[in-house]
């Protein structure tokens, strides 16, 4: 059953929604979904609040679009759909903030180690995982995890397992995160900034240039917290009239 989507929230709730019907069967994998023009009707919003819910739900591999055809639900989007409707522990203890400004205390000393310690094979390794990431985005194919395998590459290549501990044991809180970021900021520009910014560490990696390294990562790492921060804030107010 659809609900009509509240105003506040209108991407997130349709999504969730969306998700929530391909879980329960209503929509399985394959299947044609409503149009736009219906969906707007059924969640008595804008046909443009769904087209943006559906562009993202696209990009991460949940649907499909075929031209001329309609929008499908895509043959391995319940892997996509359990991932994104597992908020965890980010979502109930709101706990956002915290962990960015964690990553942004540890992640820059990272990739200073990074720089001086990187291999041939290392440095392969990170921009293996970047081409990943474009490849799955240009295929519509977007999974978390994949995008902050970046970070996971940074790690190893530092090689300091004390530092990296701190950050694997978090790894799934992490992830959540990035969810999060994306359900709040939907646009693929974000994505595609994100990875501009990896490729540009990558190369002061291979430059061995250590202080751009880690002011390139302070700033990646301080614009996903700005990001963040609103989300935190809106989950600690208490809702009025209850």
């Given at each position: 059953?659809?609900?009509?989507?509240?105003?506040?929230?209108?991407?997130?709730?349709?999504?969730?929604?969306?998700?929530?019907?391909?879980?329960?069967?209503?929509?399985?994998?394959?299947?044609?979904?409503p149009?736009?023009?219906?969906?707007?009707?059924?969640?008595?919003?804008?046909r443009?609040?769904?087209?943006?819910?559906i562009?993202?739900?696209?990009?991460?591999?949940?649907?499909?679009?075929?031209?001329?055809?309609?929008?499908?639900?895509?043959?391995?989007?319940?892997?996509?759909?359990?991932?994104?409707?597992?908020?965890?522990?980010?979502?109930s203890?709101?706990?956002?903030?915290?962990?960015?400004?964690?990553?942004?205390a540890?992640?820059?000393?990272?990739?200073?180690?990074?720089?001086r310690?990187?291999?041939?094979?290392?440095?392969?390794?990170?921009?293996?995982?970047?081409?990943?990431?474009?490849?799955?985005?240009?295929?519509?194919?977007?999974d978390?995890?994949?995008?902050?395998?970046?970070?996971?590459?940074?790690?190893?290549?530092?090689?300091?397992?004390?530092?990296?501990?701190m950050?694997?044991?978090?790894?799934?809180?992490?992830?959540?995160?990035?969810?999060?970021?994306f359900?709040?900021?939907?646009?693929?520009?974000?994505?595609?900034?994100?990875?501009?910014?990896?490729?540009?560490?990558?190369?002061?990696?291979?430059?061995?240039?250590?202080?751009?390294?880690?002011i390139?990562?302070?700033?990646?790492?301080?614009?996903?917290?700005?990001?963040?921060?609103?989300?935190?804030?809106?989950?600690?107010?208490?809702?009025?009239?209850?």
């Amino acid at each position: 059953m659809i609900i009509p989507a509240k105003r506040k929230t209108l991407y997130e709730e349709i999504s969730k929604q969306i998700l929530s019907m391909i879980q329960k069967g209503s929509w399985p994998p394959g299947e044609k979904i409503p149009g736009e023009i219906e969906l707007a009707k059924r969640f008595e919003v804008s046909r443009n609040s769904v087209r943006e819910s559906i562009k993202a739900l696209e990009l991460v591999g949940v649907l499909s679009s075929r031209s001329g055809r309609g929008t499908f639900v895509s043959e391995g989007a319940m892997s996509h759909v359990l991932t994104l409707q597992n908020d965890g522990e980010i979502d109930s203890e709101c706990k956002l903030n915290e962990i960015m400004e964690a990553r942004a205390a540890i992640e820059p000393g990272l990739v200073a180690l990074a720089v001086r310690k990187a291999t041939d094979a290392d440095i392969r390794a990170i921009e293996e995982s970047i081409n990943v990431c474009i490849k799955a985005f240009n295929e519509k194919n977007y999974d978390f995890t994949i995008g902050f395998e970046f970070h996971k590459c940074i790690f190893r290549t530092a090689n300091n397992p004390i530092l990296s501990s701190m950050l694997e044991n978090i790894s799934q809180s992490l992830i959540a995160t990035r969810k999060l970021i994306f359900f709040k900021h939907v646009n693929e520009n974000i994505l595609l900034e994100e990875l501009m910014e990896h490729k540009k560490i990558l190369e002061l990696i291979k430059s061995r240039d250590e202080e751009a390294a880690m002011i390139a990562m302070k700033n990646h790492l301080i614009e996903s917290l700005n990001r963040v921060r609103p989300i935190a804030k809106n989950k600690k107010q208490p809702q009025s009239g209850k």
